[in-house]
């Protein structure tokens, strides 16, 4: 009987410790308007807390335009930082909405590596419009 009750909190132990490795980070970014107007709209969707890990991150953005009057241009640019006050553009700007096409765009990113301590994703709106922008970052800790 000892042993059995010792190969089950065992297995409980077990449970709890893979389990909290394979741990994940997910956050919601509500949704949130940019409007542009003669100058460029510019908004930020920031990571709320530190990280401590190297994480493999998935980002996916919803980006949905309200209003125009002939056209818009959404870009995405992923921003990274070591003490969360100076940023560096990371990897290649994404065009979200392109001159022309104003439709609904949905759009997913993986990350391999993602060793900064702070992320955030910048969202730059040239022309008269308004685009609702939603998401969600999904972040796992690297092996």
Known sequence: MKNLLKSILVAAFLMVAVTTMNAQLVHAYPSTTITSTASDGIVYFTYPSALKYNYVGYLTINADTLTYTD??????QIQVSLDNSTWFDYAAADT??????????DEDYTFLVMPWKFVRS???QSDTATTDLTGYMLLKKQY
């Open 71 to 76: 056209s818009t241009l959404l870009i995405h």
């Open 96 to 105: 979200l909405i392109k001159y022309g096409d104003v439709a609904e765009v």
């Open 122 to 124: 910048k969202f730059t």
